[in-house]
């Protein structure tokens, strides 16, 4: 490997709360394994804590989050607010899920730096974390 190359992007999906429905976080996570990034799945039904203490111990780069339930704005805004409380936000924080229009601004003030709603596609993920985080 050169001294050039590039260390590969690493980013932990996670499904935090109550929603058992899975299948749209596992294709976004292999679609970014796919587009050569580390990919960390946590599962189902994580705490937020889980997730931050997952990425910090991973030293992810991104986190994004899959949200269906309707609880986006406390568990948004709970993981972000971990993030600083453990001095660890410069981890970058997006998602996805079923999110009312009017509640994306919201999020993004909160620190959520990309929010995609359903009918986003693969390469619409992977094109953005591309484009904001190529070395």
Request: hydrophobic share 45%.
């Amino acid at each position: 490997m050169s001294t050039s190359a590039a260390r590969r992007i690493r980013i932990v999906v996670g499904k935090p709360g109550l929603d058992g429905h899975d299948r749209g976080a596992k294709i976004v996570a292999r679609a970014l394994r796919d587009a050569g990034h580390e990919v960390v799945y946590t599962g189902l039904h994580q705490t937020p804590e889980q997730i931050v203490e997952t990425a910090i111990q991973e030293d992810a780069d991104l986190i994004g989050l899959s949200v269906l339930s309707g609880a986006h704005m406390t568990l948004f805004r709970r993981l972000v607010e971990l993030l600083a409380e453990r001095d660890a936000s410069d981890i970058v924080v997006f998602g996805g899920g079923i999110i009312p229009e009017e509640d994306i601004p919201v999020l993004e003030e909160l620190g959520v730096a990309k929010v995609f709603t359903p009918g986003a596609s693969t390469g619409e993920i992977t094109g953005w974390v591309a484009e904001h985080f190529a070395a």
